[in-house]
């Protein structure tokens, strides 16, 4: 229930799963929580630990400097609304990166397909990153994810290939990250978790 003053008060009724909107995402409090509706459901994580924002931290640096360098567009990290057009709204990644053909869908949220999304598992969301999100990048013609498991010391990196994605690689401690979607790429994978 919101009051809006003594006299009046306003119950607003939650949606059944399967009908959540961005409008109704827009009521939720900010309580800390990490809310994303995808097919219209709502899911929610708790805040993410300091070993993921650590790796996120060092991953927004050192894409951001490669980025940059090659002129090839942006890099965003979360809180950002991303709205995936009839499959999210929205949807909240770790990071993302959307090269310069395509900055226009950059705006008040981030609305269409996105060329990178990386991912940091943890353990609220490795389930859900793996997979609900997994199947919803690949649906939205996302050209390549990555998945970064903290506790494995791992990440997997997928490229889109017809409708969906084929493994490029894995790579653990020791390791460089290789993008097809960067080719000149080479993140060392040590380097992320240097701080975490």
Do not use: C
């Not at 949220?109 to 609900?132: C, N, Q, Y």
């Not at 653990?172 to 790429?185: D, F, K, N, Q, V």
């Amino acid at each position: 229930m919101v009051t809006l003053d003594k006299a009046v008060s306003v119950t607003y009724q939650w949606p059944a799963q399967g009908a959540w909107t961005y409008e109704d995402y827009a009521r939720l409090p900010d309580d800390g929580w990490r809310y994303e509706i995808i097919g219209g459901e709502l899911h929610m994580s708790p805040a993410p630990n300091g070993e993921h924002q650590s790796i996120v931290a060092a991953l927004v640096h050192l894409l951001r400097e490669y980025v940059r360098r090659h002129e090839l567009g942006r890099v965003l990290l979360a809180p950002i609304d991303v709205i995936l057009p009839d499959l999210a709204s929205p949807v909240q990644p770790d990071v993302v990166v959307i090269l310069k053909a395509n900055l226009g869908i950059i705006q008040q949220r981030v609305e269409g397909v996105l060329d990178l999304v990386i991912e940091v598992l943890s353990p609220a969301t490795a389930r859900h990153d793996r997979t609900t999100k997994y199947q919803l990048y690949a649906e939205a013609g996302v050209s390549e994810y990555w998945i970064i498991d903290p506790a494995a010391k791992a990440a997997g990196i997928y490229v889109r290939r017809g409708n969906g994605f084929v493994p490029l690689g894995h790579y653990e401690r020791g390791g460089e990250i290789h993008s097809e979607l960067l080719p000149a790429l080479r993140l060392p994978f040590d380097e992320l978790l240097a701080d975490a």
